[in-house]
């Protein structure tokens, strides 16, 4: 049967609709863009279309590699809501949450097969730690909660969180991969925001002589990380949260925020990238022959380490003022660029 | 060929057209097929474990009026490569003792 881009992938969407919508809206992209480069590269429609196959055998093939189905428990508590809003839904309630123990059975064996190669010891909920010598990457994907990264002692990385009933915490340790994920369990909740008020954090503990990479990820929550000193690459990526470094040696720094502000106080690195939309950026004694500052409705200011003339600078704002001005000939690299906002940046040695 | 080994050396595949440059999906299906084949259904799972594994990282850049994902390999994902080449090196000694010693 010959069937079109559009109505496929909305075939495609309606049949994996079991994951969540995030996950779901990846993988029609995915597929959506192969289609495109497809037919791009001189395949009509149909044959693009064609070519990935059954919809219904592409959808049991997704469904059957993922193991992340929608959260259970929302099912449970949605029921539960539902027969308090409602009252005369129980007989509901119970469907669904019969629905949700067989759900659980499935997603409690993924889960298991995914931790065999966990070699950390993990506490119950609150703190989970592994040895230093064998991390490669931390990984922490907060969701609304705030993460902060602090310096630990002893020859553990650690990583601390309240745990809370609408939060599902995983942890997982894999080739090197020390990696924690939250996932509110109750995204359409009606009281969301009044849950979020009193969102909690994280705490990573990272001892001194760790040298790999971290990448840390919220939604909604700050980010704030000191004293890291050897770090290999440091990513921050938030939504709505402010990020906050003090203090950072790292090979590469990233960060990124949508709607927030960056304060980065005294980080040194061969590369620093930072970026905003409508936020402001901060820095202070930021050490690093490669800069990149980046904001649409921000200001950046503060002050860089070396001498002005050193740097090859180049800044750019639409509606603001802009020191220093353009500069070429030096060995480092310092680009700015904001469309409303100032730019204001001093060098001090 | 055996199916783990395949997806195990299909990450490797991936990670190493990255590595040459920053790729999407269907070029890198493109990059590989020339040696292995890889379905687009096979591929996404494989970018989707690597980039939770930190071996890459995604953003998009506007093409044609639409937006593109590329794929850019980590440092971890080239120490990936890298511990590749460390375990072939120790299948190619058990190969040897294999051939070895079914001669005799």
């Known amino acids: ?349 | 060929m055996d199916i783990q080994i395949k997806k195990g050396l299909l990450d490797v595949c991936v990670l190493t057209v990255i590595n040459k440059q920053d790729s999407y999906g269907y070029q890198i299906i493109k990059d590989i097929s020339t040696c292995i084949e890889i379905s687009e259904s096979t591929l996404y799972p494989i970018l989707k474990r690597l980039e939770s594994g930190c071996c890459l990282t995604t953003y998009s850049l506007a093409h044609n009026g639409r937006l593109r994902k590329y794929y850019r390999i980590t440092e971890l994902g080239k120490q990936r490569i890298y511990d590749f080449f460390e375990e072939w090196k120790e299948l190619e000694q058990i190969h040897s003792f294999i051939i070895q010693e079914g001669r005799t």
């Not at chain 1, 650690?158 to 991969?177: I, L, N, P, R």
């Open chain 1, 1 to 349: 049967m010959n069937m079109n881009k559009e109505l496929y992938l909305k075939r495609l969407r309606s049949l994996i609709r079991a994951l969540p919508d995030g996950e779901r809206r990846t993988i029609i992209d995915f597929y959506r863009e192969i289609i495109e480069d497809k037919m791009e590269s001189g395949q009509t429609e149909a044959e693009a279309v064609a070519e990935l196959g059954d919809v219904h055998v592409l959808a049991q093939k997704i469904l059957a590699e993922n193991p992340n189905r929608k959260p259970h428990d929302a099912n449970r508590i949605a029921g539960i809501v539902l027969a308090s809003f409602f009252g005369v839904m129980i007989v509901a309630a119970v469907v669904v949450n019969a629905l949700s123990v067989v759900n659980f059975r499935t997603y409690a064996t993924s889960t298991q097969q995914q931790s065999v190669e966990q070699e950390a010891e993990t506490a119950e909920g609150r703190k989970v730690s592994a040895p230093v010598t064998k991390i490669k990457c931390i990984y922490v994907d907060a969701e609304n909660k705030d993460v902060e990264v602090i310096r630990g002692t002893g020859n553990d990385i650690t990583m601390a969180y309240e745990t809370d009933a609408d939060q599902s915490f995983t942890f997982t340790t894999t080739d090197g991969v020390m990696k924690l994920v939250n996932r509110q369990r109750f995204k359409n909740d009606l009281f969301h925001f009044l849950s979020s008020a009193n969102h909690g954090h994280i705490e990573v503990g990272v001892p001194e002589g760790y040298a790999g990479e971290i990448y840390l990820n919220s939604s909604n929550g700050m980010i704030l990380v000191s004293d890291a000193l050897q770090v290999n690459k440091l990513t921050c990526d938030t939504s709505n949260g402010t990020v906050r470094l003090n203090n950072i040696h790292a090979e590469t720094v990233i960060v990124d925020t949508s709607n927030a502000q960056l304060d980065l106080t005294q980080v040194t690195a061969s590369k620093v990238n930072a970026s905003s939309s409508n936020g402001r950026i901060t820095v202070k004694d930021l050490a690093s022959p490669d800069v990149n500052l980046n904001t649409s409705n921000g200001s950046i200011k503060g002050n860089v380490v070396g001498a002005e003339q050193d740097y090859n600078i180049h800044t750019s704002t639409s509606n603001g003022n802009c020191s220093p001005s353009d500069h070429s000939g030096g060995t480092k690299d310092l680009t700015c660029d904001t469309s409303n906002g100032d730019i204001d940046l001093t060098f001090s040695e």
